[in-house]
């Protein structure tokens, strides 16, 4: 335990790396939040871009690796710092004000902005439909307040977008104020002691990935994407265990020098990971998983518990979980030794950079998202000098409206705990954009040829394999695209799955025309199989898109073929009949009696003995 003389001495310092951490690790959004619309293996509410890169998807994978995980840590670290320093009152007055404020009108007012404006610019989903199909009036009412103005809200879940961070955290300050009020200091004297075990190995982050494991194999979706409003418990409680850490760490923070000393070793076997990450996460996340994976919910509302989705992936998922988690607590520790290694006395930029962090993320995403949308529309340029040109004048501008609208005005008291004095006598630095640019333009240049050169490359070969039809397929906004191909059967992805599959997969509410119907003359027969055995129709039927199965059908899809899970057509349906939404569930049971007027045969067996009848029944 600390003397009182030592926590007088240390009152007055502060952990400038530290603080540089927690702000790079929100400002690494600006670059997640670029990327991800000219990645490859891009998620459909990301398809924007008709020719995509590796790079993109390599710097993705990097970030969301660590970034979050690590802001987690730190905001442990720090929440603990102010508490033991100012104490719980002060702490709570402070978080009220900086997060909670903040988030309530993020959540009221800039998500539904988000929803209208991003939408509008392109994005496929149920508010781009909507507002396809019915007036501007209509649509904002329809939007804002979630749906509370009128009868259906169309969107499938409440989400906050890249706010959800601040939902998270303040429940986790919610859980740390229950530990320190509900339980005995034991445990937090065990838990302190736990951690400063860790901290005094070099192989510390095997030991915290290991400890992670159960958590991070149990996700429903093992690369951890938020689940907002109504989020799964493990997904929440995996980030809970890094902002546990950092309340050990601030208590053992005598040992930040062991981090400080294995610093390169960990950045560089954490680094090492990072390449394998973008070649699995497909397998494990969308692949691989059986049709039981769609009913597997482990959200406070709708739990529904399915033992064989668990469970499934074998040694193979295991190995994936165990390389991310122990990749995360690497570069985690990483950075945080780099810091303390380089940073421990204070700069007036890094201090500026600090101060200024919280606004750009929180500001930035209408921004990133929109240009992102809009600059798919516009055929010149490669995926990776439109991303680079998007994200260089995103910071300028960003930067702009925190030195016009934040730092010296009431924002600042919000976003900074208080805002700063043009000219102070405390030789508060001041640093424009101007001066910013000034300071960036020469490597921003070097930066902008480097992206032009290699992206061109990369979309030459793209334009070669036919990558296009395959992402207007997903995208499903321009209807004479596939106008310029004559077959498309040897056009494939590195799944072995042809544009009809993906189409397939697609929810027909996405679409702005119907793909399977403009890509069928393209293709000799429907029954390609991907390298799990899938065929469009199963895929079709899996979505739940009627209008594709009667579709596919008619061209002469087999309703029998099944993959390797042992699954027709019928049985996807057959378990998706469990869904919690019942509109869901009645779509799939009009499937399941197109494809019995069919002639598909219900008596088959899938890999656990169970036929089409059984499913329906119990899953």
């Known amino acids: 335990m600390d003397s009182p003389a030592h926590i007088r001495i240390e009152k007055g310092v502060r952990y400038h790396g530290l603080d540089l951490v927690r702000s790079v690790a929100m400002l690494l959004g600006l670059v997640l939040h670029v990327s991800i619309f000219f990645m490859e293996d891009q998620r459909i509410w990301m398809m924007s871009q008709h020719q995509t890169d590796p790079l993109n998807g390599l710097l993705y994978s990097f970030v969301h690796m660590f970034r979050m995980q690590l802001f987690f840590m730190m905001a442990g670290f720090f929440a603990q710092l102010v508490i033991e320093r100012k104490g719980g009152h002060p702490f709570w007055r402070d978080r009220i004000k900086r997060i ?141 265990i890094f902002y546990l850490f950092g309340i050990g760490l601030y208590r053992q923070r005598q040992l930040l020098p062991k981090l400080e000393k294995y610093c390169f070793f960990n950045i560089s076997i954490g680094c090492m990971l990072v390449p394998l990450v973008p070649t699995l996460t497909p397998f494990i996340c969308d692949i691989q998983p059986s049709v039981a994976h769609d009913v597997l919910s482990l959200k406070w509302v709708g739990f529904h518990w399915v033992s064989e989705a668990v469970f499934e992936g074998g040694a193979f998922k295991l190995c994936y979980v165990l390389m991310r988690a122990c990749g995360a607590w690497l570069l985690c520790f990483g950075f945080i030794g780099l810091a303390e290694r380089y940073l421990k006395v204070g700069h007036p930029v890094v201090q500026y950079l600090s101060d200024s962090s919280y606004w750009i993320f929180y500001s930035h995403m209408i921004f990133t998202f929109s240009f992102s949308f809009l600059s798919a529309k516009i055929a010149w340029g490669n995926s990776l000098t439109k991303s680079y040109l998007i994200f260089v004048p995103c910071t300028y501008f960003l930067w702009w409206t925190y030195n016009r609208f934040v730092r010296y005005s009431w924002l600042g ?65 321009q209807e004479d695209y596939f106008d310029r191909a004559e077959s498309l059967d040897q056009v494939l992805d590195r799944f072995g799955r042809s544009a009809l599959h993906l189409a397939a997969m697609t929810s027909d509410n996405l679409r702005d025309y119907n793909v399977i119907e403009k890509l069928l003359p393209h293709f000799e027969h429907p029954n390609l199989r991907d390298v799990m055995g899938r065929t469009p129709l199963f895929n079709a ?79």
């Open 541 to 619: 039927s899996r979505a739940g898109n009627v209008g594709d199965v009667r579709f596919l059908l008619a061209a002469g899809a087999n309703p029998d073929l099944a993959d390797r899970f042992g699954h027709t057509a019928a049985h996807a349906s057959a378990i998706k009949l469990h869904l919690k939404d019942p509109a869901a569930s009645e779509r799939h049971r009009q499937i399941l009696e197109i494809l019995r007027e069919h002639g598909a045969d219900f008596t088959l067996l899938d890999h656990m003995g169970r036929n089409v009848s059984t499913l329906m029944e119990k899953l």
């Open 100 to 240: 909670l404020i903040p988030f309530l009108f993020a959540a009221i007012v800039l998500v539904p902005l988000h929803d209208l404006v991003i939408s509008s610019c392109g994005q496929p989903g149920m508010v781009r439909q909507y507002m396809m199909s019915h007036s501007l009036i209509d649509t904002v009412k329809a939007v804002i307040f979630y749906g509370l103005l009128v009868d259906q809200y169309p969107r499938e879940f409440v989400g906050f977008w890249h706010y959800w961070f601040v939902y998270y955290l303040l429940w986790m300050y919610l859980v740390h104020a229950v530990i320190r009020c509900a339980l005995p200091q034991s445990i937090g004297k065990a838990t302190s002691g736990f951690c400063g075990w860790v901290l005094r190995r070099a192989s510390a982050a095997l030991w915290m990935g290991l400890l992670c494991v159960p958590v991070h194999y149990s996700l429903t979706d093992p690369d951890f994407l938020p689940n907002h409003l109504n989020f799964e418990f493990n997904n929440f409680g995996y980030y809970l």
């Open 413 to 477: 008291d919000f976003f900074m705990s208080r805002r700063k004095r043009r000219g102070s006598q405390g030789g508060d630095l001041h640093i424009s954009t101007l001066q910013l640019i000034k300071w960036t333009w020469k490597p921003a240049s070097l930066g902008l040829l480097f992206a032009f050169v290699i992206g061109q490359a990369f979309k030459e070969r793209s334009m070669l394999v036919g990558e296009g039809f395959l992402k207007e397929a997903q995208i499903a906004q």
